[in-house]
């Protein structure tokens, strides 16, 4: 299942992104003792992040990973763990012991293998089953990037393992991903791309031939669980031809 929603700003999107994942999270907590939750980072969901802050939404249930992180401690400029503290985790009061972040001040290879093994203790996973979170948080860069899948990365046709470090070249930097089979096998994707420098991204996803070396998020545009996409106005132009 997928749909597509358009709204006039990139305020607007990402605050119908928010309300909307706080939806899903409320339905699965009415069904479960707690609930789960990958976020991404960039500039894109910093207004998502703040307008879930001021929800009246009880977070005491939910679990909060990171889609990817940055090779760098978590007080740097550049974490996207430190994006999520500064916007949503202290005005929600989201409690620490909810909380599941990539210790990317270590390695990048054993930062991956932590968080890797945190996950699957987490989900209580026997070996090669996926973790399903009840919503993962996604975006794309100009380059059809998600998640840290970037052009020319060949773990985008890794579907077992969880968690790998990879080497950015055009950033000359180093990160660390969730892989496709964690991201394919979400309850549900909420995706919030925004801006007119996306515009070829979305037209490569939604009108391309498959080339998942070439444009990485054609492969995640699909997931099984379903995914809704949230747009602002310059960045769904590709959508109406």
Not at 191 to 211: E, N, R
Not at 219 to 236: M, Q, R
Request: glycine content about 4%.
């Amino acid at each position: 299942m997928s749909d597509t929603q358009v709204y006039p700003t990139p305020r607007d999107a990402a605050e119908h992104c928010g309300d909307f994942i706080l939806q899903l999270l409320k339905e699965a907590l009415a069904n479960q003792p707690a609930a789960t939750l990958a976020i991404s980072g960039g500039s894109t969901p910093r207004p998502m992040f703040e307008h879930m802050a001021k929800a009246r939404f009880d977070w005491s249930r939910v679990h909060l990973f990171w889609v990817d992180e940055r090779a760098v401690p978590p007080t740097d400029s550049q974490s996207n763990y430190r994006l999520a503290d500064e916007t949503l985790i202290r005005a929600a009061q989201i409690p620490g012991a909810n909380l599941h972040r990539v210790q990317a001040e270590l390695d990048p290879a054993e930062a991956a293998r932590l968080y890797s093994e945190e996950i699957r203790s987490f989900f209580a996973l026997d070996a090669a089953v996926m973790p399903q979170f009840d919503v993962i948080h996604r975006g794309i860069g100009p380059d059809a990037h998600t998640a840290s899948l970037f052009p020319g990365e060949p773990l985008i046709d890794d579907r077992e393992n969880l968690v790998a470090a990879v080497y950015v070249e055009k950033m000359n930097s180093s990160r660390i991903t969730m892989l496709p089979g964690v991201l394919l096998a979400a309850k549900h994707t909420a995706m919030l791309v925004c801006g007119a420098d996306k515009v070829d991204a979305v037209g490569h996803i939604f009108h391309d031939k498959l080339d998942a070396r070439k444009y990485p998020a054609q492969a995640l545009s699909h997931p099984p669980g379903g995914i809704t996409w949230f747009f602002d106005v310059p960045a769904a132009a590709p959508l109406e031809s």
